[in-house]
């Protein structure tokens, strides 16, 4: 079947687009930028660098990038981080990493868990998890495994990078006031916005202000205490108040129910006294349309007399 009238189109040609938008919709034709479909995880990048040097070409300028690239050529677009308990904070970071550029290749850099633990302190997630996370991540196209803290010349060039994605927060590390400093010069960065309110720090100190909700929670699941480094005084006390909890909940549960049947007991005795009231009046309305002044009867002893 032709094209045309595989669309319903015979004897008429669709009009050709062109620039940014021709790229566009090739890209959707695609299904994605960089990675073959949403269904498959984004690839790792080999340590050697990237493939394709040769057809990458120089680096483009950022004008270049903003009005968009061949299909061919995208913008590899670098950004790196920890992503420890991967929250929707680095998901919306990814994003806009994504969609600096009409043709984006995103390259995402995780460092390792030596790395981290260096420099930043003990992670929850190991590297092999937050790898994982990262890379099914769907903005994704590419990841890094073991990531420099630094990004190198070297570095950059072995994987074509044309521009790093990070929030323009100066990130003051490794005895740097600016990790990033000699990317802004050299004219590479491109920022992103930080996602208030949620942050892997923000997790973590939610879950220890509330330790021993979460520790009683898991015992409830199954985990021993063994597992979750509960020593055996500490395991009998979370055993006694989770008990103690569950009487609350009952005697709680007696309440209302004590509340409910009082309260159903003050309704019926408030229909039960008026129903008395009511019948009191009809009782008395007789008694006196019998016996009173003009009743039946007065008028029958008024005739025996």
């Known amino acids: 079947r032709s094209r045309d009238s595989c669309c319903g189109m015979a004897g008429r040609r ?8 021709a790229q566009q919709q090739q890209q959707r034709r695609r299904g994605g930028r960089g990675r073959q479909s949403l269904s498959e995880a984004a690839g790792f990048a080999r340590p050697e660098g990237s493939e394709g040097q040769e057809a990458h070409g120089d680096r483009v300028t950022l004008a270049q990038a903003r009005r968009g690239t061949p299909g061919h050529r995208p913008v590899r677009v670098y950004a790196d981080g920890i992503f420890d308990l991967f929250h929707s904070g680095h998901a919306r970071a990814l994003m806009q990493a ?16 030596a790395l981290t633990h260096k420099y930043k302190g003990n992670t929850v997630m190991t590297e092999d998890e937050r790898y ?8 994704v196209d590419e990841v890094v495994r073991d990531a420099p803290w630094t990004l ?6 072995r994987h074509r990078i044309d521009f790093v994605a990070h929030d323009d927060i100066p990130y003051t590390s490794a005895g740097s006031q600016d990790v990033y400093k000699h990317i802004k010069e050299a004219g590479m960065f491109v920022s992103t916005q930080r996602t208030e309110g949620i942050s892997t720090s923000d997790l973590i100190t939610r879950i220890v202000r509330d330790y021993d909700v979460y520790v009683r929670r ?4 199954g985990y021993t205490a063994r597992e979750l480094n509960v020593g055996f005084i500490k395991e009998k006390k979370y055993r006694l108040q989770e008990q103690v909890d569950k009487m609350k909940e009952r005697v709680q549960t007696l309440e209302e129910k004590s509340k409910h049947l009082v309260h159903r007991v003050e309704e019926k005795s408030q229909d039960l006294v008026f129903k008395w009231e009511e019948k009191s009046r009809e009782l008395i309305a007789s008694f006196l349309e019998l016996f009173g002044p003009e009743g039946p009867w007065v008028s029958i ?3 025996h007399m």
């Open 152 to 157: 190198s010349p070297e570095f950059l060039k």
């Open 98 to 113: 994504k969609n600096l550029f009409p043709n984006t290749q995103l390259v995402v850099g995780v460092c390792s868990d």
């Open 132 to 139: 994982e996370a990262v890379r099914h991540c769907r903005y």
């Open 14 to 21: 669709r009009p050709r687009t062109h620039g940014a938008a």
């Open 218 to 221: 898991n015992l409830q699941r």
């Open 301 to 303: 002893c008024d005739c």
